[in-house]
């Protein structure tokens, strides 16, 4: 009897946050109708005004968060201009003073380190100066504004490479990368010419999610586009600067993060390929800790692609790097299915009794099947591999866009409840065919 009450109480809570989360869908609309101006003007030193309804007058100053959260008369204040490219939880400052503490060989102090607290800002970050309405897609994919921007070194250094080339007031991206200067299309239809044997393409290979490791500026995640492949690019802030940053003003799904000593915040099982071209990522140390999150996070029957120099060259260590790429892709029963020019493709092949042939002779561990239920986020990497029994087979996913409104098992393990799932549903339908309308002027009916 007190299970069945505990179980009606939960559900009424999670029906209240529905509703809840309905009137917040109406109430965005009104968000979004909000105007805004052509062009954000540089901070004064003493008021910032929104030239919208808004009667506040938020005073510039550095402020941090206490507790109780007080929130000024005259609005939240805003940061300094200084402060116009803070991200919290990576901060370089905070950062520098967890670094004796931090594994800085296996780029720990590249991951989120949030401060405490007390130490956290409480202020609006502010534009850059000059800062301008982002350009629409699809013009963004090849033209940013330079002052939104506005780092000079990624150019300098790769615009050889035609990453990023400055042309008067724009930034402009003419599609290439360090392994395909010449344009991501003929990249991309040479991948699929590899894994198809000549006879299709990334999508009729079935390649819909894409995970892109150090991605640059996320020209290769633009050109997917038109294949209808959706691409989620990540890389650290590190020397390039902020690369992420042109990644965003360009339209494109991207964030700053490494793959280091902590899984990556996706459910098992969530994407058809892991690309790394020139990626900077050690896949051969640590006993291939890396590799196995990759395992972790692709498919079956998906696919590796390595383009990188162990994949072609025969100076230096090369070769030594790329013969234990072999063994240990081979101990994770992947197969590699084709190697031209600069890249080599692995398949990662639903194989359990390879898998536990491997395991017999200690060469891999095999994970806990509770392993497999856990969240990923926060997680430490787990150096071993997850083996998919009769009982935990991944059902076969719908193509898309039907799968967008499937509730999913990843779904219910993080505790999103199949009751509560049709009213996120209708929050997200809402929110995104008022930004339609107001941004687009197209119509919702």
Request: a positive charge; one cysteine or more; proline letters at 6%.
């Amino acid at each position: 009897m007190g299970g069945g009450s505990a179980f009606k109480s939960q559900s009424w809570q999670m029906i209240l946050v529905a509703l809840l989360l309905m009137v917040g869908s109406f109430y965005a609309g009104t968000l979004f109708r909000q105007t805004a101006p052509n062009y954000v003007s540089q901070l004064s030193s003493s008021n910032y005004s929104y030239s919208g309804t808004s009667t506040f007058a938020n005073k510039v100053e550095l402020t941090y968060r206490r507790t109780p959260l007080v929130i000024p008369e005259t609005g939240v204040d805003v940061c300094p201009l200084t402060f116009n490219e803070y991200i919290p939880c990576h901060n370089v400052s905070y950062i520098h003073t967890l670094r004796p503490n931090l594994d800085t060989s296996r780029r720990e102090e590249l991951e989120r380190h949030c401060p405490p607290l007390e130490n956290r800002l409480f202020c609006l970050v502010p534009p850059p100066k000059d800062y301008k309405i982002p350009i629409r897609w699809p013009t963004s994919r090849d033209y940013v504004w330079r002052s939104n921007v506005n780092h000079t070194h990624l150019a300098e250094v790769k615009g050889g490479q035609n990453w990023v080339h400055e042309k008067d007031q724009l930034w402009w991206f003419p599609g290439g990368g360090t392994h395909f200067k010449h344009g991501a299309p003929d990249y991309i239809q040479r991948l699929g010419n590899m894994i198809t044997n000549d006879t299709g393409d990334l999508r009729t290979a079935g390649v819909v999610q894409v995970l892109d490791v150090g991605c640059g500026v996320s020209s290769f995640s633009a050109f997917l586009l038109p294949l209808g492949i959706q691409t989620m690019s990540f890389a650290p802030k590190d020397g390039h600067e902020n690369q992420i940053q042109f990644s965003l003003e360009r339209g494109i799904g991207a964030m700053i993060s490494a793959i280091a000593t902590k899984q990556l915040p996706y459910p098992t099982s969530s994407f058809e390929m892991v690309h790394c071209s020139r990626c900077r990522v050690d896949w051969h140390e640590n006993d291939g800790i890396l590799l196995k999150e990759v395992n972790r996070l692709l498919r079956s029957n998906g696919y590796f692609v390595y383009s990188a120099p162990p994949a072609y060259r025969k100076d230096k260590d090369f070769p030594i790097i790329w013969e234990k790429l072999v063994n240990l892709t081979s101990a994770m029963c992947w197969k590699l299915i084709a190697k031209r020019v600069q890249t080599a493709i692995w398949m990662k092949q639903e194989d359990p009794s390879c898998l536990q042939r491997i395991s017999e002779q200690k060469l891999i561990d095999i994970c806990d099947a509770a392993d497999n239920l856990k969240s990923s986020w926060n997680t430490k990497l787990g150096n071993c591999i997850q083996v998919r029994g009769m009982q935990t087979d991944a059902p076969k996913l719908p193509s898309r866009p039907e799968r967008l409104s499937i509730y999913s098992e990843s779904l219910e393990r993080i505790g999103l409840l199949l009751l509560l799932f049709p009213f996120i549903l209708i929050f997200l339908s809402t929110v995104f065919c008022t930004f339609q309308v107001v941004h687009e002027a197209t119509s919702c009916i």
